[in-house]
């Protein structure tokens, strides 16, 4: 693995995502618009808010960087600049962990905007420090970009990619506590839900939301989401070829 | 010409099957330093397969291919082998310059040098378009233009001039001879040919399998042929002939 190569990589994914320019405008408005939305419709029970509108503050760093993973490297894939790059010094860590620095600088940005507005105009709160909700916010996002790159393999085109939400996502998001607490679900749906990755992330979350210090709890929870994000990228580069048919 | 030229490309018995189906049935050939080889054949002749198998991207069943030296695709080859593939292999959301500033960089090589091979391949005019928004010919010269940078000793090139007018089609083939000349070993796919007559060194492939390795000169000499067109219809009716 070559760290300069890394970065050059790191650095070309993060021109071709600043050259357009509504992808941007959608990553940094989007989430505090819907966080916005939802704080309207939970006017009457901030409480709620609180628990809900701190959980998509996580929710949505992890679901776009699934989507924009698995689509961006399925083009690397299919355009022929994988095969090109599998010629070059490029090693396949180099890569991965260069969509990593790109991917996870443009959740930093989504949930820095996210966050303000959230915290500064709609009133969520939280007993704990604001810079771990970030840092559960990114590694979280990293989460999902490791998931859309490991399933980016067995996508052929776009439309399948986008097929994956369903699968690998929308199911974590219901499990995880967001729609309905996890303690309280089905025996069998607990197991799966304790399963899932993002189910630590929200716990770390609630740590966070509960605790005005930082708790060994939220450190292990996060080291677990961590621990995902590390095999989900290690099976992702396991996915790229250099030989193939 | 030297008396034995050292081969830059040795590929023996390389077989190929894909979808479980042979593409390459068992090749060899020597492809010396310093020259240019054209690579020849229809359509689905498995030209393609040959060249990814040369640069190490081409699962095979069986064979050897050495690069010099080195097993296809190995480590030491990614600084010393260019792969131009047919369709350009170019990050449309990016400039021209970008584009092969960024191959450049890869290789420790800078934006000036990036801009250098933009003006060899005629792109000048263009460095800060959208890669996506430019002609089929212009792509593939960007494309061309990331390989350039790099000075490979090998530059592996697949249907480099397809879509290309004649004068660019000219001025590239100009500059593989210049490259050549210069030291390095030039595989370049084609299946246009008037173009053949531009190489040291002819492959046809058809079928999987080399029907002639040899010089223009010596191809046409042997088939009693006006041009390498004739040359190679006389190969295929004479092999079709003998089955």
Same mark, same amino acid.
């Given at each position: 693995m070559s760290v300069r190569i890394t970065f050059i990589t790191a650095g070309r994914i993060l021109r071709q995502l600043l050259g357009d320019h509504r992808t941007v405008g959608l990553i940094l408005a989007v989430p505090a618009l819907i966080i916005a939305l939802i704080s309207a419709i939970m006017d009457d029970a901030p409480q709620v808010f609180a628990q809900v509108g701190l959980i998509l503050l996580a929710a949505f760093p992890f679901m776009l960087m699934f989507m924009i993973t698995s689509i961006t490297l399925l083009r690397e894939r299919t355009g022929g600049t994988l095969e090109r790059l599998m010629t070059t010094p490029t090693g396949k860590l180099d890569l991965v962990v260069g969509y990593g620095i790109a991917f996870g600088t443009a959740a930093a940005a989504q949930t820095a905007v996210a966050a303000t507005v959230a915290f500064a105009f709609l009133g969520l709160e939280t007993a704990g420090p604001t810079w771990a909700v970030f840092l559960i916010c990114i590694v979280t996002a990293l989460l999902g970009m490791a998931l859309g790159l490991f399933v980016s393999a067995f996508a052929t085109t776009e439309f399948q990619a986008i097929q994956f939400m369903p699968v690998f996502v929308i199911p974590q998001l219901f499990l995880c506590g967001l729609i309905w607490p996890a303690d309280q679900m089905a025996g069998w749906l607990q197991g799966v839900s304790d399963a899932l990755p993002l189910t630590y992330a929200v716990k770390a979350l609630t740590e966070v939301r509960t605790n005005a210090e930082v708790t060994d709890a939220m450190w292990g929870d996060l080291a677990i989401v961590f621990g995902a994000v590390v095999v989900a990228t290690v099976l992702g580069a396991a996915t790229l070829r250099r030989r193939t048919n | 010409m030297p008396p034995t030229p050292k081969a830059a490309i040795s590929v023996a018995g390389l077989v190929v099957d894909r979808g479980g189906n042979p593409v390459l049935r068992g090749v060899d050939t020597e492809i010396a330093a310093g020259s240019v080889t054209g690579l020849l %054949?229809? #359509? %689905? #002749? %498995?030209k393609t397969t040959f060249i990814r198998a040369v640069v190490g991207t081409q699962k095979v069943k069986g064979g050897t291919v050495n690069v010099l030296g080195h097993p296809a695709g190995s480590k030491p080859l990614r600084r010393r082998v260019a792969y131009v593939t047919q !369709?350009? /292999?170019?990050?449309?959301?990016?400039s021209v310059k970008a584009n092969v500033a960024y191959f450049a960089a890869l290789y420790g090589r800078d934006k000036h040098e990036a801009m250098r091979a933009i003006e060899r391949v005629g792109m000048g005019d263009h460095? $800060?378009?959208?890669? %996506? $928004?430019? /002609?089929g010919g212009q792509k593939t010269r960007t494309s061309l233009a990331c390989a350039l940078v790099i000075e490979p000793e090998v530059l592996v090139l697949d249907?480099?001039? @397809?879509?290309?007018d004649p004068v660019i089609r000219e001025e590239l083939w100009d500059q593989f001879r210049d490259l050549a000349a210069g030291g390095a070993t030039l595989l370049v796919s084609s299946? @246009?040919? !008037?173009?053949? !007559?531009?190489?040291d060194r002819l492959l046809l492939l058809r079928e999987g399998r080399f029907i002639a390795d040899d010089t223009p000169a010596q191809l046409r000499a042997s088939t009693r042929a006006a041009n390498l067109e004739a040359a190679f219809l006389h190969l295929i009716r004479e092999l079709e002939g003998g089955e």
């Open positions: - | %054949g229809p #359509s %689905g #002749s %498995g !369709d350009a /292999s170019i990050y449309r959301d990016l460095a $800060n378009k959208l890669a %996506g $928004n430019l /002609s249907e480099p001039t @397809v879509g290309l299946h @246009v040919m !008037d173009e053949a !007559d531009r190489c």
